[in-house]
């Protein structure tokens, strides 16, 4: 036997016309793209967060940068505090290379600098990706189980303006699906809602760690007088300062 809320969600389903329907196709279709961000996002961030003073440790405890990238690349390679320490020191091979470019007329803090700002904007690109979706669902579905609620109004109407009565078993069909798509609506905005702070106050967590990271690569940079080891240049390219 079927269930009460089975039997009333087909009931629902047979008596709705075609924008009902996919109105309600539209709800489900956001409701299963919030938790499908919300659950990636949330598993995603609880692993940078979890990683991230691993990743450090390693780092640090390196003898020079190269060695201080493989070993923060080994914890955790799609971590964003070992992608900081990877293209820093990518960079700091083509710098020490003395390819030609406008590049090489910086020093070496600048381009330091340069390298982790490029890192820190292409990261956060990475953690706010999705969040715009979350966004545009908390805000909009309510607006589409409001459009839901007006169609279904203007059925019950309809009804009432063919029979000329107003009686129960001609607009309870149609009011009916009005306050579904109320509920509906609300039952996915709810949720995007809720998942758009959270994920944006975890964001902002780890872009002022990341920050915080990147302010102490560059410091380590400029203090440092040697920061990657001899010979570490790049096979194939001609190093002006010693050589190939």
Known sequence: MNSPALANAFAFWSQADGVGKSTAVLLLVMSLATWYLMLVKALHMWRVRRRAPKVTQAF????DLEQAARRA?????????????????RG??????????????????DYAASILRAALQR????????LGVLASIGATAPFVGLFGTVWGIYHALVA?????QATLDKVAGPVGEALVMTALGIAVAV???LA????????????RALDGFAQDLHAWVLESPRVLPDGAVPPGTTNARGGT
């Open 191 to 193: 949720p995007a809602v």
């Open 196 to 207: 758009y702070n959270f994920l944006l106050r975890a964001n902002r967590d780890i872009a």
């Open 123 to 130: 990261a956060s690109r990475q953690l706010d990706a999705g």
């Open 60 to 63: 640090w405890a390196a003898a």
């Open 92 to 109: 700091m091979r083509q710098h020490a290379a003395d390819v030609p470019g406008l590049a090489a007329a910086l020093k070496r803090g």
């Open 73 to 89: 690349s080994a914890v955790a390679a799609d971590n964003p505090f070992s992608v900081l320490a990877v293209e820093l020191a």
């Open 160 to 164: 009432i303006g063919f029979t000329g």
